[in-house]
């Protein structure tokens, strides 16, 4: 059962122009996003994240928007730079229960910024 | 840099080994998370520690356990092992269950 689902596997963008990543997810107790970019035989770094409780969240090039309502989040990257060609992750979590701290993530997309 | 260690970078060995995966969190995080990348399975929550004790458990297999140290260093160790449990091991800690979780380099594994 796919919670998260980010259903771009790649996406390529122009440098200077706008990257926006999406990702869908199904279990409404979420209340945590996150996402992270991902370079070959590294870790995740993690990027920005998101309660349910906002519906944007700012960091410099990066936004992040989530819809409640339609259980969907996307990152927006402007303007996008050739460094930002990485794997990025979507990944949700939730308070409480016996999940409590586990990130749920989605399969990634690889997004490629040209030049 | 994230700030959280993991050793070895890389293991090779044999079916039917056994092995331990290292991690040292973040100073002052007391959380520890395990995760295993696979090329079919994505990133995929194993265990996760807090201060001591086992908190959360995800789809890890009996053959894996691990554990967390009054230093708040933790161990996986992976056991009879099968050509499947060939995978990137991540590593992540927090401060606190919930909070931002921040990513060790991985341990990438090889079962011949």
């Known amino acids: 059962d796919q919670q998260v689902k980010q259903n771009s596997p790649s996406l390529s963008v122009q440098e200077g122009r706008i990257s926006i990543l999406n990702c869908d997810y199904t279990?409404?107790?979420?209340?945590?996003f996150l996402w992270y970019k991902k370079y070959p035989a590294e870790g995740p770094t993690f990027l920005i994240s998101?309660?349910?409780?906002?519906d944007k969240n700012e960091d410099g090039r990066f936004t992040v928007f989530l819809n409640k309502s339609a259980k969907h989040l996307s990152l927006h990257i402007v303007p996008s730079q050739p460094g930002d060609s990485a794997v990025y992750f979507c990944?949700?979590?939730?308070?409480?229960?016996?999940?409590?701290?586990?990130?749920?993530f989605g399969q990634g997309t690889i997004l490629t910024v040209h030049p | 840099d994230s700030g959280v260690t993991q050793t070895p970078k890389h293991l090779i060995t044999a079916t039917g080994q056994r092995v331990t995966l290292r991690c040292s969190p973040r100073?002052?995080?007391?959380?520890v998370y395990w995760y295993q990348q696979s090329l079919d399975q994505g990133l995929q929550f194993l265990i996760q520690?807090?201060?001591?004790?086992?908190?959360a458990k995800g789809n890890i297999l009996e053959r894996f356990s691990a554990q967390q140290f009054p230093d708040l260093h933790s161990e996986l160790n992976l056991s009879s092992l099968e050509l499947g449990d060939s995978a990137l091991y991540f590593c992540?800690?927090?401060?606190?269950?919930?909070?931002?979780?921040?990513f060790g380099p991985g341990t990438r594994l090889l079962v011949l």
């Open positions: 992540a800690s927090s401060v606190l269950p919930q909070e931002t979780q921040y």
């Open positions: 279990n409404s107790m979420f209340d945590y």
């Open positions: 998101i309660s349910s409780i906002k």
């Open positions: 990944a949700a979590s939730r308070a409480g229960g016996t999940s409590y701290g586990k990130l749920t």
């Open positions: 100073s002052g995080d007391l959380s």
């Open positions: 520690y807090y201060n001591g004790e086992e908190r």
